[in-house]
């Protein structure tokens, strides 16, 4: 597999109800950090993990890291219509944040009103 | 909030024709990126910049490609002779240091015709 798998690839759920995505990645990373994708747009940041951390909170959205599994995943909580969006994970393996990422093929997630 | 600023957003050329695509950083940023996603593909890493040099380039960043930054504000990325397969959305990144993150623009979506 490759380095950022997302699971799963496509999610839909109602308005109001939890959602969850994972992400797997292969080698030791440096940090991880998730990003959504509305349909032919660009990449909205949403938050990163470092890989001293094990879970980090923006909002709805819950982010937990376990290194050990070399896995990641991503909850959105009371979901809304407008969480409606590809999510993606993207893995920094450098001890630099400002290294290149490696970004996994994303869950399109559809909420549904 | 500040933005990346990317034009033009779509742009159709003939194959083996030239394209110049613009980004503008934000302005503290020091870090600078291209990063390109086929449709229905992943999004992956071209080339990071830094200190007017090429900091880190992928496989795909062959010869046909550039980039320059020939100002204090632009970032371009210059595909010499364009090929079908070049088509994809084109996103320029930026970051400084410490950042949590990327900033990333909206895309430009390129056409080979």
């Known amino acids: 597999s490759q380095q950022g798998e997302e699971d799963p690839q496509a999610l839909s759920i109602q308005e109001g109800e939890n959602a969850t995505m994972n992400c797997s990645y292969k080698t030791s990373i440096n940090n991880l950090q998730w990003y959504r994708q509305n349909s032919g747009r660009g990449l909205v940041h949403l938050i990163l993990i470092r890989s001293n951390e094990r879970e980090k909170h923006s909002g709805r959205l819950r982010v937990t890291l376990d290194t050990s599994k070399k896995s990641s995943s991503l909850l959105i909580t009371a979901s809304r219509a407008a969480d409606t969006a590809s999510y993606f994970c993207a893995t920094a393996l450098t001890t630099d944040s400002w290294g290149k990422f490696q970004f996994g093929a994303g869950t399109q997630v559809v909420v549904t009103p | 909030e500040p933005e990346v600023t990317q034009t033009p957003s779509h742009q159709v050329t003939q194959m083996g024709q030239e394209v110049i695509l613009r980004c503008v950083p934000i302005?503290?940023?020091?870090?600078f990126y291209w990063y390109r996603q086929i449709l229905g593909q992943k999004v992956e890493f071209l080339v990071s910049?830094?200190?007017?040099?090429?900091?880190?380039k992928s496989e795909i960043f062959d010869d046909q490609f550039s980039v320059e930054r020939p100002d204090g504000s632009n970032f371009t990325l210059k595909i010499r002779s364009t090929k079908l397969e070049d088509s994809a959305m084109y996103f320029c990144?930026?970051?400084?240091?410490?950042?949590?993150?990327?900033?990333f623009g909206s895309g430009t979506r390129l056409t080979v015709v």
């Open positions: 302005s503290n940023h020091l870090y």
């Open positions: 990144a930026s970051t400084k240091q410490g950042a949590n993150g990327y900033t």
């Open positions: 910049f830094y200190n007017n040099e090429i900091s880190e």
